[in-house]
């Protein structure tokens, strides 16, 4: 569409202007060929990786596999009809209340340390990037770590609550908890990120406009929900995209912290399509297509609607 | 405008890709199954002369130790066939994660050996992918009397030995002698059956200064569950138990398996027992790091329980006993587990014969002493357990003759060979599902039950299903 009306607008205004560009409306064989062969390597690249696997996802959703993994039969659309059961359902529960978690707490946390962290304060450098440093982790080793934080024979975490009186639960074995476990884990891992996106969009808020809402008699939260908030609009949203999309895909940390269990209370859409199509012999590369067909959609829906209803609350200088 | 549309594209486009790699890596579907089977006879020793040097892979399921002494054992047959027989290794993870490569690899990706595990066998065979081992028994008139005979029982389909046993364990009870005797209780003689264990671990709790936190602590693992219908002699599928016929449903929801999941769901409110996942690693650092009492593992576990005990901040020594009966009038025995070996068929005789020369020489009694002795594993031969260089490891680890007790005194037949279904990997994974929602939701266990069984016979529908198809 945005090319459509580039080339239409390039014409209009190669028709209001002089002769001279009319003649370029006839290229030479060389430059088409040029043209094509510029093409090439965008048009391979995005072939290979993203057209030919997806017109596989949807011809492999149709198919059911011999015991041996070969997708040899036709299934019609029973696959998709797996999709409307409630075991499904609950994965996809599984992995918006996963999602919601990690994103707001992992977009609140870090935005409730950087503002501290912003002021020019001694120490303040420290702090940073102690803060920063979970996100050099990988989302499996954060996952053992926090294993063995949790471990219920040696859990330093267990003893710390121990202290303060609280009985600490079963935190990857108990039903509610163990999702809120791995989606804490994976918080931990965005935060570090996160709290350095925010915290450069914090640096970069003009000294003056704080002094003129100083001056004009602003709060503290005022002048933070007011004028900081929309000012770092950018980087906040952008975190918020790059979070969703990261605890969309978890994966490594429900396989290491609870392997989907107890009963399938951590099963997400990642884990659920990986766990079909390879995990155990399997070989549900059908019901696994089918599934990441779904995982397209919601991501797609999220980004239509990231795009096209939060950015318009946000402010580009 | 035209930035927000081109970044609405970006993510787009990492939207599709995160979704693409998750099903992109289907195409990884192979195509081109195995070959028939095939009962032709099977190349002589012969074959390999005038080949050069042979090259044949070997795919293996054994980490840490156990996977050193393998490498070993195949350094050595290389050593032994320097210019003819080149073997190279390859590990390929746990268990399942072997069980899943082969089937994600094509016949020209599989190896020309591989290392299968007890519950894999039926899909083997079902897989049309193999070479019977039988067949190299026939032709090379290769005795099998000195494989121990429950071990080949387990292995051995329509009259067929399949593949060759390699690595044997069985469960077995493991207990913390301290903590036995500290409580007033026997350390030699463990408790016998669900009741005992359910007293033993009140007194434990009752021990004022006991270090240890729960009487009983065990993996909610599928294979515990197979053991312990084994023992109460009862097949858990149909067709006494796949041995007589194809199997076509589980029986799970039995008054033995109601006892013990309501006695488990009981041990853990009355905080007898230490709530755990279905994570082997974790069960077993709760033995070893002192947490537990008492615990259920495998034969293959002793040495590192042992090692662990002793480095535990309250050191112990480790106990063992039979694993438990659910009634004390049980007269069946533990299933033996463990893996196979077994010859692909990939249409080179040279390299089958290849392979099964490796295959004789890892059965063989000298490498079984080597095998038992460096991991712990039961030895097949029984050859082997007369070595004296055996005898005197044995002497070492008294509580490993209560494995071979065990084994000697578990009677053979359908209950205590398992089930044979090609589905059974996932079953075990179901009744999992249905010990957790059990014992960490607290579901109903007649409703936990008939959800596994529900769940397990819909899969074995569908395996046979793709058969017939």
Redesign the interface.
Known sequence: ??TNSLTAAAQAAASASARPPRRRQHYSPREILLGVLFCVPAVAGLGT??IF??F??IF?STR????????S?SVGMDNFAQLFTPEFGEVLMHTLVFTLFVVVVGVVGPLALAVPLAQRLPGMRVFRTLFTLPFAYSASAASVVWLLML????SPVNWALRVIGITAP?W????PWALITVAWATVWVVAGFNLLVIGAGLAGVDEDVLEAARIDGASGPRTFFSVVLPMISPSLFFVI?TTT?TS??ALGQVQVM??G?????TRTL?FS??NN???????E?GL??AQ??V??IV??V???I???VI?RRVH?R | MRMTVRRGFGALAIAMAAALTAVGCSSAANSGGGTSGGDAAAPGPDVLNGKGQVEITFWHAMGGTNGEALQKLVEQFNNQNKGKIHVTVNYKGKYDDALAAYKNASAQQRPDLIQMYDIGTRYMIDSKSVVPVQSFVDVDKYDVSDIQPNIAGYYTVDKKLYSLPFNTSMPLMYINREAFQKAGLDPDKPPTTLEDIMADAKKIKATSGETVKFGFGATLYGWFVEQWNAVADQPICDADNGRTGRASKVMLNTPTNQKLFTWWQDMIKQGLAMKLDSNTDNGDNAFSSGTVAMALESTGSLGGFVKGAAEAAHPFTVGTGYFPKVDAANTGGPIIGGASLWITNRGDQVKERAAWELVKFLGSKESQVTWHTSTGYFPISKGALDDPADKQWVSQKPQFATAIKQLQGTKLDFATQGCSVGEMPSVRKEVENGLQAAMLQGKDVTEALTGVENAANKKIADYNAKLGG
Do not use: C, H, K
């Open positions: 569409m945005t990786f993203v696997p997806l596989q996802a492999l059911g596999t011999d015991i041996n993994g070969n997708p039969r471990d219920p024979s040696m079963e990857t074995v108990q039903s995209v999309l969309l895909q609870t392997d269990g107890p009963n399938g209370a990642v399509i990986f199509a390879f995990e155990n012999g399997n070989n590369y696994a297509s990441g067909l995982l397209l991501g797609i999220l980004a239509v990231q795009f096209g950015e580009y």
